[in-house]
Nanobody, 124 residues
Framework: QVQLVESGGGLVQPGGSLRLSCAAS????????MGWYRQAPGKQRELVAD???????NYADSVKGRFAISRDNAKNTVYLQMNNLKAEDTAVYYC??????????????????WGQGTQVTVSS
């Protein structure tokens, strides 16, 4: 079993900052890409940013220059630093990992795992 646990969401005023964290645990053999998605009420889930195991990053146009994704491979943890937050950033943020997990010591399987989501609200 694999679990992704997010933390760091909350209420912040426009222009403020938040840092999200997501730690993966369980029978993980390796993690390829990790990323953050978000879903606002009445909208589809969208990619915010992702990062490969080698550190290559990708951002949605709407967050470029304001958000920064990073990861600690030793801790199986991904972070999202969000600066200059806007009302339109309000959403539930989900962590995502593209990984390989160990079923047994000799049998492994790919898996796309999701966290439970953390609410980010930007409001004055």
């Amino acid at each position: 079993q694999v679990q992704l646990v997010e933390s760091g969401g909350g209420l912040v005023q426009p222009g403020g900052s938040l840092r999200l964290s997501c730690a993966a645990s369980g029978s993980i053999f390796s993690i390829n890409a990790m990323g953050w998605y978000r879903q606002a009420p009445g909208k589809q889930r969208e990619l915010v940013a992702d990062i490969t195991s080698g550190g290559r990053t990708n951002y949605a146009d709407s967050v470029k220059g304001r958000f920064a994704i990073s990861r600690d491979n030793a801790k199986n943890t991904v972070y999202l630093q969000m600066n200059n937050l806007k009302a339109e950033d309000t959403a539930v943020y989900y962590c995502n990992a593209d990984l390989v997990y160990s079923i047994t010591w000799y049998k492994k399987s790919p898996l796309i795992s999701w966290g439970q989501g953390t609410q980010v609200t930007v409001s004055s």
